[in-house]
């Protein structure tokens, strides 16, 4: 008995070569008692659009949302907002004519994610009537798929029976490259799935203080399994959860809290999700940064970067990092502070750290270091996120020693004014940190191999120097800088 009813969400940017595909392997499903809900995000390429409304007019049970870009987060969720019931619709179509697309807008006052029309299948409409009063369905379960990928025939009907007395079934996916060689994929070949990270073998239940447990053993960075999961959505009702809008890797967030506010998760560790890795998509797993892997709700990035597309990019990835800490401890201020310290050691510090790499650039269009790095009233300065490896690597010394490094004449003064000048941003961040004792890091020891780095040892040796210039030392810092070199020299060789 297919009795429960399952909501599927699939974001579209620009995919016109892989949607049909990803397409088929939804409508063949062999559980068929399913709501599809397709959200156009402002597709650029020819045919993307069209293909989805195809579709529409083919299946009744699919519902085609066409709406400004806005990135993968902002698709998802009106998705969810769907399914929440938070839509009201005003006909554009006033009667029903057979075998095609009725069209309607939001009548919302609100419409933030710019919606511009909502398409269905005239064939889904029984009377005028029910076109009139066209509502959201209520669903059972939601579950996500990218619209560049697809699913084995029978994952839905692998993943219903087994939601029975949990809030998560979790399964398993597979890669496969598409028009791009491995050798340019970030770990190809030694490529593992989070379940395999994890050391899941076989089909069973577990909670999120296991997972926790094996992601802190394994080390792991990060967690995203929220695409390959179908969910209890009275879970996401309850806890209002969305991803996070308008950044990059939107879906650790919203992974990380799913999990935590689950009971029980069941494991299916058949490989039910096929992953394509291609050119020019969001993840850039080709390693390319060009217009075309660039969606347009980040052009505001890419032109405070002169359209350098490799720097807007690396930039927003950053960003994306710092924002996402923020919104995951925002969730925690509800809950004990066990539980808080437990996410901040297993997430929120790799992210954080990942993400200060953004200290280093002039630009910032998003405006992270105004809100959070340099705002003492932030997250930054009031949880000890930072390791100590950073804290060296953001240090006045290491900071003017690396940019000296690259400076071919590194003994002309004005180098060293203006690298007091560049890093004045970062060393008011850094300098909170420095009342803490480096020894009580985990890190302590790998930070005092950076010590040891050329790029520390000469800022060292120039910051002391303008310290205790009345002592004579300036006029002795070129002598120095030239004895510490030599001596890294030899030291390497």
């Not at 769907?82 to 009548?107: A, D, G, P, R």
């Not at 490989?271 to 890795?277: E, G, P, T």
């Not at 050329?454 to 040796?461: D, E, P």
């Amino acid at each position: 008995m297919q009795t429960k009813i399952v909501g599927v969400v699939i974001p579209i940017y620009n995919v016109e070569k892989y949607l049909k595909e990803c397409l088929d392997s939804v409508i063949n499903q062999t559980y068929i008692n399913l709501e599809i809900i397709l959200v156009n995000d402002g597709s650029t390429d020819e045919n993307s659009l069209n293909i989805a409304k195809e579709y529409t007019l083919k299946d009744k049970r699919i519902t085609l949302f066409d709406k400004e870009n806005g990135g993968q987060s902002t698709a998802r969720n009106v998705g969810i907002e769907f399914f929440s019931k938070e839509y009201h619709f005003k006909n554009i179509t006033q009667e029903l004519k057979e075998n095609s697309l009725v069209e309607f807008k939001l009548s919302n006052e609100d419409n933030p994610y710019n919606i511009y029309k909502i398409y269905k299948s005239s064939n889904f409409f029984k009377n005028k009537d029910e076109l009139l009063n066209f509502r959201a369905p209520d669903i059972d379960y939601i579950i996500f798929l990218d619209s560049d990928d697809y699913w084995e025939l029978n994952c839905i009907e692998e993943c219903v029976p087994r939601m029975d007395g949990v809030e998560v079934v979790w399964f398993d996916f597979e890669i496969f490259l598409d028009g791009i060689d491995g050798k340019n994929v970030w770990n190809y070949n030694d490529h593992k799935t989070d379940l395999e990270y994890l050391r899941y073998t076989e089909n069973q239940y577990t909670n999120f203080n296991d997972i926790i447990a094996r992601i802190t053993k394994e080390d792991i960075f990060g967690f995203s399994s929220a695409t390959y999961c179908m969910i209890d959505f009275a879970l996401i009702e309850l806890n209002t959860l969305r991803f996070i809008n308008g950044i990059y890797a939107e879906d650790h967030h919203f992974s990380i809290i799913l999990f935590s506010l689950s009971k029980m998760i069941y494991i299916i560790k058949s490989k039910k999700y096929k992953y394509r890795l291609r050119q020019n998509s969001s993840s850039n797993h080709d390693g390319n940064f060009n217009k075309t892997s660039f969606p347009l709700y980040l052009d505001y990035i890419l032109k405070d970067f002169n359209h350098n597309y490799f720097m807007a990019k690396k930039y927003y990835i950053y960003a994306s990092w710092i924002i996402t800490c923020n919104t995951l401890l925002d969730f925690l201020k509800s809950k004990n502070r066990c539980f808080m310290d437990t996410i901040i050691y297993a997430f929120i510090n790799k992210y954080f750290n990942a993400g200060l790499i953004l200290l280093k650039f002039n630009s910032d269009p998003m405006r992270i270091k105004d809100k959070f790095l340099l705002n003492k009233q932030s997250f930054a300065f009031k949880y000890p996120l930072i390791n100590a490896s950073n804290i060296i690597k953001f240090s006045l010394e290491y900071r003017i020693g690396e940019l000296l490094c690259k400076k071919k004449k590194i003994l002309f003064i004005f180098n060293i004014i203006k690298a007091l000048y560049d890093i004045k941003n970062q060393d008011k961040f850094i300098s909170h940190y420095k009342k803490f004792d480096l020894k009580e890091y985990i890190d302590y020891h790998e930070a005092l191999k950076i010590k040891n780095h050329l790029s520390y040892k000469l800022g060292n040796a120039i910051v002391l120097s303008f310290k205790y210039w009345y002592k004579g030392r300036l006029l002795k810092l070129p002598f120095e800088l030239v004895s510490i070199y030599k001596k890294h020299k030899r030291t390497k060789r």
